[in-house]
């Protein structure tokens, strides 16, 4: 027997069928090593140890980063926060980009969607996946000198959970995780007791679910006074309206941070941010719009980092309205558009391609052998006719003034033209778009036809289940399909990637045929740095400043 396969025998000795299954798929060539270290680490298994496994079978590591130098002060141009910061209830990337400094999170993802252990040592699941024992870190204290506990872990996803509080983290634990799910096992265990099996829970619990910062079990709800957090900064000062300056945590658990200081500038809108970088105001942005990154693209002192990401926009039809209840409707408009002048001309080249499913190309799971959609302007023509509309029809698309999206909706209505599809615009600002985010209170889940934007997570779950499952808050095309909920609920609570794999294939089958929502692009996140910077992780998430230096 070769060394190296002795040494994956050795190995796999002392692991469970779910986790020797990832390796079974590794050594049979169905996953890379991406995949590999992806599904492992969402296991539990240690980068390192599984790392050296793939480097064992001839799949050798990336090159790591280079360390910066310590010390300097580095500058933030972000969006003004929403409101009032508080981790339970905050939605918007100026709030949370703030809290990633000084708050942290039971693991968080990588590049390559791989989970990192920070303040959970490691994890693991039970048989079905029910219950996900997590061991915390030892010798952890909050900035007001507590030691961080289970007890803190345990008040965090309570707090996050409970139906009677506003907690925007509901979206993600509904039906997932309910208040006194989260319970003790000693003061450095907890085990999470979930609703239903989960095959991918770790992540509802990293930076992906960005209220899932651990926060101490005495939080009151007044977070703006302290950012209290384990954290690798701790406040200075905060303004609101204004910005926010944190310093390095002398007594951080972890690697010490390597600036001496950060400085957050707030910004009401994306132009002023672009000028304040431009001028050398600031260091660097968060993530700036597909509509404006030509301003930046082209300037000689600013690079811009290229992050593939699963956002996309959600172009929904209402199932329960016509024309719309005739899935040949529905696919006729998704056959008349022209994705790659979407990829290409609208998101200049920096995105993927979308077959009409979550499952972005970027997913270890998504069946890349379903064939894509393409154009097909006679064969929607066909479909149009068979459904008793070969005259067309009139139709007003509902959506809102963001991003690439006004550009996406004006190239639909051009589209859909063409098979005498007559769309007529109605372009809101957000918080009209938006409304109350009920049904019956909000022009996003009440039009008959919209487009609504979704951000980055590194698992599809949320996408799969609050869009489109049959009582999804967030269904906005009206689909009700029984099968369609039960391959969710297998995808779910699979634990081994070929299950995964099998029920994301069969996902992305039936949706492709009944098309209540078309999913044409993923485009790329954009964050600015000036050329003097370095050390930012592209990760999609937010950033994470520790390791920036300014040479």
Same mark, same amino acid.
């Given at each position: 027997?070769?060394?190296?396969?002795?040494?994956?025998?050795?190995?796999?000795?002392? &692991?469970?069928?779910?986790?020797?299954?990832?390796?079974?798929? &590794?050594?049979?060539?169905?996953?890379?090593?991406? !995949?590999?270290?992806?599904?492992?680490?969402?296991?539990?298994?240690?980068?390192?140890?599984?790392?050296?496994?793939?480097?064992?079978?001839?799949?050798?590591?990336?090159?790591?980063?280079?360390?910066?130098?310590?010390?300097?002060?580095?500058?933030?141009? +972000?969006?003004?926060?929403?409101?009032?910061?508080?981790?339970?209830?905050?939605?918007?990337?100026?709030?949370?980009?703030?809290?990633?400094?000084?708050?942290?999170?039971?693991?968080?993802?990588?590049?390559?969607?791989?989970?990192?252990?920070?303040?959970?040592?490691?994890?693991?699941?039970?048989?079905?996946?029910?219950?996900?024992?997590?061991?915390?870190?030892?010798?952890?204290?909050?900035?007001?000198?507590?030691?961080?506990?289970?007890?803190?872990?345990?008040?965090?996803?309570?707090?996050?959970?409970?139906?009677?509080?506003?907690?925007?983290?509901?979206?993600?634990?509904?039906?997932?995780?309910?208040?006194?799910?989260?319970?003790?096992?000693?003061?450095?265990?907890?085990?999470?007791?979930?609703?239903?099996?989960?095959?991918?829970?770790?992540?509802?619990?990293?930076?992906?679910?960005?209220?899932?910062?651990?926060?101490?079990?005495?939080?009151?709800?007044?977070?703006?006074?302290?950012?209290?957090?384990?954290?690798?900064?701790? &406040?200075?000062?905060?303004?609101?309206?204004?910005?926010?300056?944190?310093?390095?945590?002398? !007594?951080?658990?972890?690697?010490?941070?390597?600036?001496?200081?950060?400085?957050?500038?707030?910004?009401?809108?994306?132009?002023?941010?672009?000028?304040?970088?431009?001028?050398?105001?600031?260091?660097?942005?968060?993530?700036?719009?597909?509509?404006?990154?030509? +301003?930046?693209?082209?300037?000689?002192?600013?690079?811009?980092?290229?992050?593939?990401?699963?956002?996309?926009?959600?172009?929904?039809?209402?199932?329960?309205?016509?024309?719309?209840?005739?899935?040949?409707?529905?696919?006729?408009?998704?056959?008349?558009?022209?994705?790659?002048?979407?990829?290409?001309?609208?998101?200049?080249?920096?995105?993927?391609?979308?077959?009409?499913?979550?499952?972005?190309?970027?997913?270890?799971?998504?069946?890349?052998?379903?064939?894509?959609?393409?154009?097909?302007?006679?064969?929607?023509?066909?479909?149009?006719?068979?459904?008793?509309?070969?005259?067309?029809?009139?139709?007003?698309?509902?959506?809102?003034?963001?991003?690439?999206?006004?550009?996406?909706?004006?190239?639909?209505?051009?589209?859909?033209?063409?098979?005498?599809?007559?769309?007529?615009?109605?372009?809101?600002?957000?918080?009209?778009?938006?409304?109350?985010? +009920?049904?019956?209170?909000?022009?996003?889940?009440?039009?008959?036809?919209?487009?609504?934007?979704?951000?980055?997570?590194?698992?599809?779950?949320?996408?799969?289940?609050?869009?489109?499952?049959?009582?999804?808050?967030?269904?906005?095309?009206?689909?009700?399909?029984?099968?369609?909920?039960?391959?969710?609920?297998?995808?779910?609570?699979?634990?081994?990637?070929?299950?995964?794999?099998?029920?994301?294939?069969?996902?992305?089958?039936? &949706?492709?045929?009944?098309?209540?929502?078309?999913?044409?692009?993923?485009?790329?996140?954009?964050?600015?740095?000036?050329?003097?910077?370095?050390?930012?992780?592209?990760?999609?998430?937010?950033?994470?400043?520790?390791?920036?230096?300014?040479?």
């Amino acid at each position: 027997m070769p060394k190296h396969f002795r040494m994956i025998d050795t190995a796999r000795r002392n &692991l469970t069928a779910i986790e020797n299954s990832a390796i079974e798929e &590794l050594l049979a060539g169905r996953i890379g090593r991406r !995949d590999f270290l992806r599904h492992g680490s969402l296991l539990g298994l240690s980068l390192p140890f599984l790392g050296g496994i793939a480097s064992a079978v001839g799949l050798g590591a990336p090159q790591a980063r280079a360390e910066g130098k310590p010390g300097g002060t580095v500058r933030a141009g +972000v969006a003004t926060p929403g409101g009032a910061i508080d981790p339970v209830t905050y939605y918007d990337s100026g709030s949370y980009q703030l809290v990633f400094q000084t708050a942290e999170f039971l693991c968080i993802t990588q590049p390559d969607l791989t989970l990192k252990p920070v303040l959970a040592e490691s994890w693991s699941p039970n048989e079905d996946g029910s219950v996900w024992t997590f061991k915390l870190r030892k010798g952890v204290k909050f900035h007001n000198g507590e030691e961080f506990k289970a007890a803190d872990v345990v008040a965090t996803f309570d707090r996050l959970a409970d139906p009677s509080g506003s907690s925007n983290a509901l979206s993600v634990f509904k039906g997932l995780l309910s208040k006194g799910g989260t319970r003790k096992v000693d003061d450095y265990t907890v085990a999470f007791h979930l609703d239903a099996p989960n095959g991918s829970f770790p992540y509802s619990v990293s930076i992906d679910n960005y209220n899932a910062v651990i926060l101490p079990a005495s939080y009151k709800g007044d977070y703006e006074k302290t950012f209290e957090g384990t954290g690798p900064f701790r &406040l200075e000062s905060y303004t609101p309206k204004v910005g926010a300056t944190f310093i390095r945590n002398p !007594d951080y658990w972890g690697e010490k941070a390597l600036p001496d200081r950060l400085e957050f500038k707030f910004y009401g809108d994306v132009q002023p941010r672009i000028l304040a970088l431009q001028a050398g105001e600031v260091d660097l942005l968060d993530a700036v719009p597909l509509d404006v990154s030509q +301003v930046v693209l082209n300037s000689p002192d600013i690079t811009v980092l290229r992050v593939a990401s699963t956002a996309h926009r959600q172009l929904h039809m209402r199932c329960d309205m016509a024309p719309f209840t005739d899935k040949r409707v529905r696919q006729a408009l998704a056959l008349c558009i022209d994705r790659s002048k979407l990829v290409d001309g609208l998101c200049r080249g920096m995105a993927a391609t979308g077959n009409d499913s979550p499952f972005a190309p970027a997913f270890p799971a998504t069946d890349k052998s379903v064939p894509q959609r393409t154009q097909d302007i006679a064969k929607a023509k066909q479909l149009l006719e068979a459904a008793g509309l070969a005259s067309g029809f009139d139709m007003t698309l509902t959506t809102l003034r963001y991003s690439d999206i006004p550009g996406y909706a004006q190239l639909f209505q051009n589209f859909a033209k063409e098979i005498g599809a007559r769309i007529s615009l109605n372009i809101e600002d957000q918080d009209k778009y938006y409304g109350k985010a +009920v049904f019956g209170q909000s022009d996003w889940l009440d039009s008959p036809l919209g487009i609504t934007d979704y951000a980055h997570r590194s698992v599809p779950n949320v996408f799969l289940k609050s869009p489109l499952v049959s009582d999804g808050p967030w269904n906005a095309a009206h689909f009700k399909n029984s099968t369609y909920d039960g391959m969710v609920t297998s995808y779910l609570k699979a634990l081994d990637i070929g299950a995964q794999q099998s029920a994301a294939s069969d996902i992305q089958k039936l &949706l492709l045929d009944e098309t209540p929502v078309i999913f044409s692009y993923f485009p790329d996140l954009l964050v600015p740095v000036r050329k003097n910077v370095s050390g930012l992780p592209p990760i999609a998430a937010g950033l994470l400043l520790d390791r920036v230096s300014i040479g």
